[in-house]
């Protein structure tokens, strides 16, 4: 594999322009800390740029929800036409 110049790698990073897969893989190769603080300074620079200039101000948030969509319900509540045979009434 070749070797690729760290500030090269660094400075196409931060400008958001794509890499290549040997790019990734050096990237990949780098001490923790140093990713850590590239992706970092790269989320705060693409945060400025949103919204309007004013993307350091907003938070978003995503609510998840993972609804059971079987056949089968283990809550034995009487609310449910889901609920087992064995505790059915039926």
């Known amino acids: 594999m070749v ?3 760290r ?3 660094s400075n196409k990073v931060l400008e958001g322009e ?6 990734a893989i050096e990237l990949y190769s780098l001490p923790l800390e140093e990713l850590g ?19 350091r101000e907003i938070v978003t948030y995503i609510a998840d929800r993972n609804i059971n969509y079987t056949n089968v319900c283990n809550v034995y509540c009487n609310s449910t036409s889901l609920r087992p045979r064995a505790v059915c009434r039926f």
């Open 3 to 5: 070797s690729l110049n």
């Open 7 to 9: 500030d090269t790698l």
């Open 18 to 23: 794509r890499i290549s897969s040997d790019e």
């Open 37 to 55: 603080a590239l992706a970092d300074v790269r989320r705060n620079l693409a945060k400025e740029k949103s919204y309007g200039g004013r993307g």
